[in-house]
């Protein structure tokens, strides 16, 4: 996929892999606690479906945006942990970028519609 | 390279384990149970199985595993119906190497070029025949053109080689050769070898270069000049073994000193494809072997063939006119009549090289791969049945994978894999019979081995038998594998395939099963056809016993024998032989019976009319105990005597035919006749018995009308001698006694053609008998797995309906009204196809006519039987799952699946 195709689409994705990245921004996490990040910092409006978590994660980490070990949970189970890398980084910046852009976008063509409607 | 190592499968489960845990101590910390807590995290997880696919499916190191996943799976699958597997395999395998060879085959005769540079500017010049010529002694061949029906002739005179070369400015290079047997002798022993005399621009107009030492150039084809000559690859790897100091050594050529300059490189068999040339020498050696056939300086012995090389841009047309003309002034210098005809000339293109075997066995071979055509087909069918029968019997299974998160690709691709795995060990199991099956065709055609190499060796008909192979696979199991791919999950997963089931999966075996049946029907007429040509060239009463006689040629003429000392080294030479033990007798004659060869003159009897049949007459000179030896019967009169007849009145012993012919039914005892050649005029022959019937030549002609000679009758034209050892001796011991007791008496007499009595039948219908026995052969074997593909298609189906038929009991049917009922649908499905097969049947066996004997092509007892087979084939095949079906009993039935 280019990356051209990511700036028009991909929205689904594209914002799964986003959080994950913004997720692990603020530190080292395990899957489970990436999922349990999201939904409690979205105030539980986002829902994020574990089957599609670790393939997600597997595609970020052969891009080599995040890097990820053994180690042990609070609670002392083994777990993978995840951390950015600075690749990923960089692209968590551009991300983000992109995403107010296109939010900006959005509203800036959803706006006069209701004011006509 | 720096490369971080692929997570493993295993990994990866483990980090899904540890999120459900960590999970479910989340909502355990909730409040919620053990049990609960692990429940609802391994459902908040949703589809494992299918997540695990798609780790699977992302890395690409995986895709090989995968690969190797699906073969081991599909292997494993289908060595669950060994036999099915079997059969698809086997008739693939055989479908490949059947097509391998004949593909070999048909490249090596119809398609190749000369293994020389731009083929394409090669011509071989003929004549056009006509009484008129002025032609004396005309040695070659003549052959009725097949495009034009033309007969044409191969040789010119020597003169008019060279008036071609000078005088044709369309050619850029001209050459001549004459092909012939001649006597090696090198290391102490003779042999004879296929060769050739060419003249010495031979190999520079072909651009052939030896792969040893050097080709015979123009100072080679002087008078006078140091005797050379060129070895092929394979008489140097006989009878030198590949020794690189041939080159330089001396042998005998028919007796002639002669030194090796080179050595041909294996590719390189001579021109004429199917016969290979052994041996090169010069043109202007023919002088030297003082035979009538040969001359450099008599302008009416026509004896070279002509090969030309056309100058770019020349058309065949303008080169023709030109090389008529220089034919006709080189005619004007010696015919006084100004009546005397220039032959027309025609240009044959060469760049396949002189097709004579060719242009005979298009037919043949064009038959033979309608033949491999039809064993593909089956292949084909007989495989997606299999794939088709495997992939709907799988529809739950496949369902349930499914639906546990296997992708369709992921089911599309294991039906494929199982299809690649058949072609794979299909390719390889065919592919190594092609070889001796090659040889087989190769023996069946008469042709030389080395020259019709199996054509992988250049990897252009493996690559097409391989390909073949792959998309035969791939197209049987697209269909199926797409099939499963659009299952309907649910109707699948509780699917006990009641009435009517089996949807496209039963539509596309009501199309396949009219096809195998039309395919079977064409295999089975063709056995039918050669079947009984087989029989027919069995039945034929030679008259002679073939049993128990070995067959030689010695030819002491060619080493200064001549006449009586010619005629007693002969009779030395029999007395020796008939005195190894275990010898009961030896017969001498000119020819060998059923060798291809005849003599032929007119005779006429004194004091009688020319009967309406005319007086051809074949001779064969032979000694008084030919008919003992041959177990030829005395039917009136004495038999040959003994001794030398030269000084005698001749006498002769007539067969049947010629009794019958000339007398009717009185006895030609003491009667005299003549014969009409020069060499044979003047003699009065007195006729002193006869014998039985028998075949001379070759099997197929009726016997002819025979005269029996004693050989020294001929004494002053005796050559060559064909030696008959009846004994119960094993063969090869008996060949290897006779080659030293000849050898004994003068090393020197080429001793050759030991072959048995049996072998020359064997050749003689040789092309007919193993044409009919390859046809026969291959099309059982094929109509075999086409039965056996038809049997489990139709078992296949019929257990299908399993259900439907309890329904059916159950509802109060009769046992038999429902095998009946799927009896019959069968039967139909049969007719449609024996609809479509005759008339096929009829259509093609036309084009098999000439390679029949003894039946018409539409005979009708082949066809009869044909499609009484096939009917009995289906019905079986119905019948048997059909009455298992409707002995089940009905509750077991319905449930059935």
């Given at each position: 996929m280019?990356?051209?195709?990511?700036?028009r689409?991909a929205?689904?994705?594209?914002t799964?892999?986003?959080?994950?990245?913004r997720?692990l921004?603020?530190?080292?996490?395990?899957?489970?606690?990436?999922?349990?990040s999201?939904?409690?910092?979205?105030?539980?409006?986002?829902?994020?479906?574990h089957?599609?978590?670790?393939p997600?994660?597997?595609?970020?980490?052969e891009?080599?945006?995040?890097?990820a070990?053994?180690g042990?949970?609070?609670?002392?189970?083994?777990?993978?942990?995840?951390?950015l890398?600075?690749a990923g980084?960089q692209?968590?910046?551009r991300e983000t970028?992109q995403?107010?852009?296109?939010?900006?976008?959005?509203?800036?063509?959803?706006?006069?519609?209701?004011t006509?409607? | 390279?720096?490369r971080?190592?692929?997570?493993?499968?295993?990994d990866?489960?483990e980090?899904?384990e540890?999120?459900?845990?960590?999970?479910?101590?989340?909502l355990r910390?909730?409040?919620?149970?053990?049990?609960?807590a692990?429940?609802?995290?391994?459902?908040?997880?949703?589809?494992?199985?299918s997540?695990?696919e798609?780790?699977?499916?992302?890395?690409?190191?995986?895709?090989?595993?995968?690969?190797w996943?699906?073969?081991?799976?599909?292997?494993?699958s289908?060595?669950r119906?060994?036999?099915?597997?079997?059969v698809?395999?086997?008739?693939?395998?055989?479908a490949?190497?059947?097509?391998?060879?004949a593909?070999?085959?048909?490249?090596?005769?119809?398609?190749?070029?000369?293994?020389?540079?731009q083929p394409?500017q090669?011509?071989?010049l003929q004549?056009?025949?006509?009484?008129?010529?002025?032609?004396k002694?005309n040695?070659g061949?003549?052959?009725?053109?097949?495009q034009?029906g033309?007969?044409?002739?191969?040789?010119?005179?020597?003169?008019?080689?060279q008036?071609?070369?000078?005088?044709?400015p369309?050619?850029?290079?001209?050459?001549?050769f004459?092909?012939?047997?001649?006597?090696?002798?090198?290391?102490?022993?003779?042999?004879?070898?296929?060769?050739?005399?060419v003249?010495?621009s031979?190999?520079?107009?072909?651009?052939?270069?030896a792969?040893?030492g050097?080709?015979?150039?123009s100072?080679?084809?002087?008078p006078?000049?140091?005797?050379?000559?060129?070895?092929?690859?394979?008489?140097?790897?006989?009878?030198?073994?590949?020794?690189?100091?041939?080159?330089?050594?001396?042998?005998?050529v028919?007796?002639?000193?002669?030194?090796?300059?080179g050595v041909?490189?294996?590719?390189?068999?001579?021109?004429?494809?199917?016969?290979?040339?052994?041996?090169?020498?010069?043109?202007?050696?023919?002088?030297?072997?003082?035979?009538?056939?040969y001359?450099l300086t008599?302008p009416?012995?026509?004896?070279?063939q002509?090969?030309?090389?056309m100058?770019?841009?020349?058309?065949?047309?303008?080169?023709?006119?030109?090389?008529?003309?220089?034919?006709?002034?080189v005619i004007?210098?010696y015919?006084?009549t100004?009546?005397?005809v220039?032959?027309?000339?025609?240009?044959?293109?060469?760049?396949?090289?002189?097709?004579?075997?060719?242009?005979?066995?298009?037919?043949?071979?064009?038959?033979?791969?309608?033949?491999?055509?039809?064993i593909?087909l089956?292949?084909?069918?007989?495989?997606?049945?299999?794939?088709l029968?495997?992939?709907?019997a799988?529809?739950?299974?496949v369902?349930v994978?499914?639906?546990?998160?296997?992708?369709?690709?992921?089911?599309?691709?294991?039906?494929?894999?199982?299809?690649?795995?058949?072609?794979?060990?299909?390719?390889l199991?065919?592919?190594?019979?092609a070889?001796?099956?090659?040889?087989?065709l190769?023996?069946?055609i008469?042709?030389d081995?080395?020259?019709?190499?199996l054509?992988?060796?250049?990897g252009?008909v493996?690559?097409?038998?391989v390909?073949?192979?792959?998309?035969?696979?791939l197209?049987?199991?697209?269909?199926?594998?797409l099939r499963?791919?659009?299952?309907?999950?649910?109707?699948?997963?509780?699917?006990t395939?009641?009435?009517?089931s089996g949807?496209?999966g039963?539509?596309?075996?009501?199309?396949?099963?009219?096809?195998?049946?039309a395919?079977?029907?064409?295999?089975?007429?063709?056995?039918?056809?050669?079947?009984q040509?087989?029989?027919?060239l069995?039945?034929i009463?030679?008259?002679?016993?073939t049993?128990?006689?070995?067959?030689?040629?010695?030819?002491a003429?060619?080493?200064?024998?001549?006449?009586?000392?010619?005629?007693?080294?002969?009779?030395?030479?029999?007395?020796?032989?008939?005195?190894?033990p275990?010898?009961?007798?030896?017969?001498?004659?000119?020819?060998?019976?059923?060798?291809?060869?005849?003599?032929?003159?007119?005779?006429t009897?004194?004091?009688r009319?020319?009967?309406?049949a005319?007086?051809q007459t074949?001779?064969l000179y032979c000694?008084?105990?030919?008919f003992?030896?041959?177990?030829?019967p005395?039917?009136?009169?004495?038999?040959?005597?003994?001794?030398d007849?030269?000084?005698?009145?001749?006498?002769?012993?007539?067969?049947?035919?010629?009794?019958?012919r000339h007398?009717?039914?009185?006895?030609?005892?003491?009667?005299r006749?003549?014969f009409?050649?020069?060499?044979?005029?003047?003699?009065?022959?007195?006729?002193?018995?006869?014998?039985?019937?028998?075949?001379y030549?070759?099997?197929r002609?009726?016997?002819?009308?025979?005269?029996?000679l004693?050989y020294t009758q001929?004494?002053?034209?005796?050559n060559?001698?064909s030696?008959a050892?009846r004994?119960?001796l094993?063969t090869?011991?008996l060949?290897?006694?006779?080659?030293?007791?000849?050898g004994s008496?003068?090393?020197?007499?080429?001793v050759?053609?030991?072959?048995?009595q049996?072998d020359?039948?064997?050749?003689?219908?040789g092309?007919?008998r193993?044409f009919a026995?390859?046809?026969?052969g291959?099309?059982?074997?094929?109509?075999?797995?086409a039965?056996?593909g038809?049997?489990?298609?139709?078992?296949?189906?019929?257990?299908?309906?399993?259900?439907?038929?309890?329904?059916?009991?159950?509802?109060g049917?009769?046992?038999?009204s429902?095998?009946?009922l799927?009896?019959?649908?069968?039967l139909?499905?049969?007719?449609?196809?024996?609809a479509?097969?005759?008339?096929?049947?009829?259509?093609?066996?036309?084009?098999?006519?000439?390679?029949l004997?003894g039946?018409k092509?539409?005979?009708p007892?082949?066809f009869?039987?044909?499609?009484?087979a096939m009917?009995?084939v289906?019905?079986?095949?119905?019948?048997?799952?059909?009455r298992?079906?409707?002995?089940v009993n009905?509750?077991?039935?319905?449930r059935?699946?």
């Amino acid at each position: 996929m280019s990356t051209e195709d990511k700036d028009r689409i991909a929205l689904l994705q594209g914002t799964l892999d986003l959080l994950i990245l913004r997720t692990l921004g603020l530190g080292k996490k395990h899957g489970q606690g990436i999922a349990r990040s999201i939904q409690a910092e979205s105030d539980d409006v986002l829902l994020v479906d574990h089957g599609s978590l670790y393939p997600a994660l597997q595609r970020l980490e052969e891009k080599r945006w995040i890097a990820a070990e053994w180690g042990v949970s609070e609670n002392n189970r083994r777990a993978r942990f995840y951390s950015l890398t600075r690749a990923g980084r960089q692209q968590l910046a551009r991300e983000t970028s992109q995403w107010e852009r296109l939010v900006t976008a959005m509203a800036r063509v959803l706006k006069p519609k209701e004011t006509e409607g | 390279m720096f490369r971080r190592r692929k997570r493993t499968h295993h990994d990866f489960s483990e980090e899904v384990e540890s999120h459900i845990e960590l999970e479910a101590d989340r909502l355990r910390e909730q409040g919620l149970t053990e049990a609960d807590a692990l429940a609802q995290a391994r459902r908040a997880f949703g589809n494992v199985t299918s997540t695990k696919e798609r780790f699977y499916e992302s890395t690409r190191l995986v895709t090989l595993e995968q690969m190797w996943h699906d073969v081991r799976y599909g292997f494993r699958s289908l060595m669950r119906n060994p036999w099915t597997f079997a059969v698809a395999t086997g008739s693939l395998a055989l479908a490949i190497s059947a097509s391998t060879a004949a593909f070999s085959l048909g490249d090596a005769l119809l398609v190749r070029s000369l293994p020389v540079q731009q083929p394409e500017q090669l011509r071989i010049l003929q004549w056009v025949d006509s009484p008129n010529a002025p032609v004396k002694n005309n040695s070659g061949y003549s052959i009725r053109d097949p495009q034009t029906g033309q007969k044409v002739k191969s040789s010119f005179s020597w003169a008019a080689a060279q008036a071609f070369a000078a005088g044709v400015p369309y050619f850029s290079e001209v050459a001549g050769f004459a092909p012939d047997e001649f006597v090696l002798t090198a290391n102490g022993t003779s042999d004879y070898v296929s060769g050739s005399m060419v003249s010495g621009s031979w190999f520079h107009t072909l651009r052939a270069d030896a792969a040893l030492g050097r080709t015979i150039r123009s100072e080679d084809d002087q008078p006078g000049k140091p005797r050379v000559a060129v070895l092929s690859q394979a008489l140097w790897t006989r009878r030198f073994h590949q020794d690189p100091k041939a080159i330089g050594a001396g042998i005998y050529v028919n007796n002639q000193p002669v030194t090796i300059v080179g050595v041909m490189p294996a590719r390189f068999t001579g021109i004429e494809p199917g016969r290979a040339v052994d041996l090169y020498i010069p043109m202007a050696m023919a002088e030297e072997f003082k035979e009538v056939s040969y001359s450099l300086t008599v302008p009416t012995t026509w004896w070279v063939q002509i090969v030309a090389r056309m100058r770019p841009g020349a058309t065949d047309a303008a080169a023709a006119v030109s090389a008529h003309s220089a034919l006709g002034g080189v005619i004007q210098t010696y015919a006084a009549t100004p009546g005397a005809v220039v032959p027309q000339i025609v240009l044959k293109y060469a760049g396949r090289g002189l097709t004579l075997t060719s242009d005979y066995m298009r037919q043949y071979i064009y038959v033979l791969s309608a033949l491999v055509l039809a064993i593909l087909l089956i292949a084909c069918t007989n495989l997606a049945n299999l794939l088709l029968a495997r992939t709907v019997a799988r529809s739950r299974d496949v369902a349930v994978r499914l639906s546990l998160g296997a992708s369709r690709q992921r089911i599309l691709r294991h039906t494929v894999s199982e299809a690649l795995i058949i072609a794979v060990l299909g390719a390889l199991v065919g592919v190594v019979l092609a070889a001796p099956l090659l040889k087989l065709l190769t023996q069946w055609i008469g042709a030389d081995q080395e020259s019709i190499p199996l054509a992988w060796a250049d990897g252009r008909v493996l690559a097409v038998a391989v390909a073949l192979c792959f998309a035969t696979a791939l197209a049987a199991s697209l269909l199926p594998g797409l099939r499963a791919g659009k299952l309907d999950l649910a109707p699948a997963l509780k699917a006990t395939h009641v009435v009517g089931s089996g949807g496209g999966g039963m539509r596309l075996s009501r199309l396949l099963i009219p096809i195998q049946v039309a395919l079977s029907l064409l295999l089975l007429v063709a056995i039918g056809l050669f079947g009984q040509t087989l029989l027919q060239l069995a039945a034929i009463d030679l008259g002679f016993r073939t049993d128990r006689i070995l067959t030689l040629e010695a030819d002491a003429s060619r080493n200064g024998y001549k006449e009586h000392r010619l005629a007693a080294v002969y009779e030395d030479i029999r007395e020796k032989l008939a005195a190894i033990p275990g010898v009961e007798s030896v017969a001498l004659s000119h020819e060998r019976l059923l060798a291809g060869n005849s003599s032929i003159d007119k005779a006429t009897v004194l004091g009688r009319p020319e009967p309406a049949a005319g007086g051809q007459t074949h001779i064969l000179y032979c000694s008084d105990s030919f008919f003992s030896t041959m177990r030829i019967p005395l039917l009136l009169g004495k038999g040959l005597p003994p001794g030398d007849r030269s000084a005698q009145p001749p006498v002769a012993v007539v067969n049947e035919a010629f009794a019958k012919r000339h007398f009717g039914t009185e006895s030609p005892i003491g009667q005299r006749f003549t014969f009409e050649s020069p060499n044979r005029r003047e003699q009065q022959i007195e006729i002193i018995g006869v014998v039985k019937n028998t075949r001379y030549s070759n099997v197929r002609d009726d016997a002819p009308a025979i005269a029996h000679l004693p050989y020294t009758q001929n004494i002053q034209r005796l050559n060559r001698m064909s030696f008959a050892i009846r004994s119960a001796l094993p063969t090869a011991a008996l060949a290897e006694a006779a080659r030293k007791t000849i050898g004994s008496i003068d090393p020197a007499i080429p001793v050759a053609k030991v072959q048995t009595q049996e072998d020359l039948l064997n050749r003689s219908i040789g092309a007919e008998r193993m044409f009919a026995m390859l046809v026969s052969g291959f099309g059982l074997l094929a109509a075999l797995l086409a039965a056996i593909g038809l049997y489990a298609l139709m078992a296949w189906s019929a257990s299908r309906r399993t259900a439907e038929i309890g329904i059916r009991m159950a509802l109060g049917a009769r046992r038999y009204s429902v095998q009946w009922l799927v009896v019959r649908q069968s039967l139909m499905l049969a007719a449609l196809g024996v609809a479509a097969g005759i008339p096929a049947a009829v259509y093609l066996s036309k084009y098999v006519e000439s390679m029949l004997y003894g039946v018409k092509p539409t005979d009708p007892i082949s066809f009869v039987a044909a499609v009484a087979a096939m009917i009995v084939v289906i019905a079986a095949a119905a019948w048997i799952p059909a009455r298992r079906a409707s002995r089940v009993n009905a509750m077991n039935a319905l449930r059935a699946d």
